[in-house]
């Protein structure tokens, strides 16, 4: 096998088939044994789960090559264990934790061919994903489900090089107090569709959350989490139950402690009080962070450092330990072969 004749490094963020994905079914109270097919397409009934009451939920991450040839995937034990929340989240069937995890390592092995190489800044990206099958017309949860992995290349997330975004407050919200936004369920990226259009029809890359229930507090975008750096250099992050819990952003704030001997802080983050941060940025497993030039809160225009130094450092640290550049922590970086 040979890799794939591809201009890693001009790849965008489409889908691209790949050859191998993994399905498994469960059906009876029972996950089957699980396989790689070639078959991207699915056939169900008209009145599944999924396609009546929106009973799916997802996960994201990446598979790569490090500084020393070997292809790695960044803590899929974390996308493991989230998944399992999100599915409990939706009255769906956990796949289990460990399955999850030999199974991205099946999907990646499969695809080794569409793994870019080190220094690319292209990844393989995995999106494992789980929906409600049968027949479901009344209202409750399916009785069957469908998991499975798929794989698709992605180009390097700083193309051109790096332009901190411009957001704006959101007018709408995304999540309920006690609703889904914890979990990565579909039901929470359809709803933000329509804001996020008009966001952009309007010029922004990005549309800030606030809590719904006060209006008062910062919570996340569409689909990434917020940091924020305080003049002296400390991270601040909100901290909220409608947050869904970043893996990177979580991964930053043990680096940013651990590794730059940083302070950090997850608390409550007033709109009020984010014109006193230095610097802010979105993290994701897509961009690791992306730097924020402006946040525009209804005409009030709020300034940031963009690419600024404590963002740049938290940046090059785990993408260093992400690429093998530097040692991370332990159980970090899952080796596939
Ligand atoms: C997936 C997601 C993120 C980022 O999570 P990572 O694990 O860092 O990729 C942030 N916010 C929302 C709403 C998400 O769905």
Redesign the pocket.
Known sequence: MDKKNIDWSNLGFAYVQTDKRYVANYKDGNWDDGCLTEDATITITECAGVLQYAQTCF???KAYTTVDGKIVCFRPD??AA?MADSCRGLEMPVFPEDRFVEAVVEVVKANKDWVPPYGSGASLYLRPFMFGSNAVIGVKPATEYQFRIFATPVGPYFKGGVKPLTLRISDLD?AAPKGT?NI?AGL??AMSLRNIVDAHNCGYDENVYVDSATRTFIE??????IIFVTKDGKLVTPKSDT?????????LMQVAEQYLGMEVEQREIKLSEIDQFAECGL????AVISPVGKIVDHGKEITFAGMGPVIQKLYDTLRGIQMGEIEGPDGWIKVIE
Do not use: D, Q, V
């Open positions: 996960e994201g991450l974390m996308n989230r995304r936004g990565k929470n990226y996340e975008t569409g689909g990434a989490n947050i869904l819990p970043s893996i990177t952003r979580r991964s993290c994701g497993t897509a």
